[in-house]
C-alpha cells in the first residue's frame, strides 16, 4: 500500500508541476504577448530579451523539468494499470512540448538575444518582425500540448481517486479480456 501511495504522490507532483508550466505558456498566450503587441518594435524587443533572461531561473527550471522526470516516473509506475496509458499520453505530449521549445521558441529566443542591446538595434522593427509572430505561433502550440498533457494527468488521477484500496496499482477486473457481461462484447 506504500508503494501505492508514492506512486499516486508521483502523479500527484507530475500534475501539479504540468499545472503550472500548461499556466506559464497560457499566460504569455493570454496577456503577456497580446500586452507587448502594442508596445513600440524597441519596447517589445527590450521587454522580451528581459522575459527570456529573468525566466532562467531555478524556480522555473524545477516546474519544467520537474514535470517532465515525474511524468515519466508515473507513467512507468502506473504502466500496468488503468491509469498507465493516461500518464503515457501525457507523457508524450510532454515530450513534444519539449522539442517545439527546443527547436522553436529557444532559437528564437537566442536570435532576439544576439540582436543585441535594443537602444543599439538598427532596426527593431525587423528584429521584432522575424520573432513575434513564429514565437507566438509555437508558444500556443506548447500551450495547447501542455494543456492536453495535464488533461490526461487529471484522468490518470482521477483514476487513481476512484481505485479501491484493495485493487491500487492493479487493473480492473473489467478491463481484463475475459471479464464483462456479454452484452459488452
Known amino acids: 500500500?506504500?508503494?501505492?501511495?508514492?506512486?499516486?504522490?508521483?502523479?500527484?507532483?507530475?500534475?501539479?508541476?504540468?499545472?503550472?508550466?500548461?499556466?506559464?505558456?497560457?499566460?504569455?498566450t493570454v496577456s503577456v504577448m497580446p500586452a507587448l503587441g502594442r508596445s513600440d518594435d524597441r519596447t517589445y524587443v527590450e521587454v522580451m530579451q528581459n522575459i527570456n533572461e529573468v525566466i532562467e531561473n531555478p524556480a522555473f527550471f524545477a516546474a519544467?523539468?520537474?514535470?517532465?522526470?515525474?511524468?515519466?516516473?508515473?507513467?512507468?509506475?502506473?504502466?500496468?494499470?488503468?491509469?498507465?496509458?493516461?500518464?503515457?499520453?501525457?507523457?508524450?505530449?510532454?515530450?513534444?512540448v519539449f522539442v517545439v521549445t527546443s527547436a522553436a521558441n529557444v532559437p528564437l529566443n537566442n536570435e532576439?538575444?544576439?540582436?543585441?542591446?535594443?537602444?543599439?538595434?538598427?532596426?527593431?522593427?525587423?528584429?521584432?518582425?522575424?520573432f513575434e509572430d513564429p514565437w507566438v505561433l509555437w508558444n500556443t502550440v506548447r500551450t495547447v500540448l501542455t494543456t492536453a498533457a495535464l488533461l490526461c494527468l487529471w484522468r490518470a488521477t482521477s483514476l487513481?481517486?476512484?481505485a479501491r484500496p484493495d485493487q491500487a496499482g492493479q487493473p480492473s477486473a473489467y478491463l481484463a479480456s475475459d471479464a464483462g457481461s456479454r452484452a459488452s462484447r
Open 1 to 28: 500500500m506504500t508503494q501505492n501511495r508514492g506512486a499516486g504522490a508521483v502523479l500527484a507532483a507530475a500534475t501539479v508541476t504540468t499545472g503550472l508550466i500548461a499556466g506559464v505558456w497560457f499566460a504569455f
Open 64 to 96: 519544467l523539468f520537474g514535470a517532465l522526470v515525474l511524468t515519466a516516473v508515473s507513467a512507468w509506475q502506473q504502466r500496468r494499470t488503468p491509469r498507465g496509458r493516461w500518464a503515457t499520453a501525457a507523457l508524450v505530449l510532454y515530450i513534444l
Open 112 to 130: 532576439l538575444a544576439a540582436a543585441g542591446a535594443p537602444d543599439r538595434i538598427a532596426d527593431p522593427a525587423a528584429v521584432r518582425e522575424n
Open 160 to 162: 487513481l481517486r476512484t
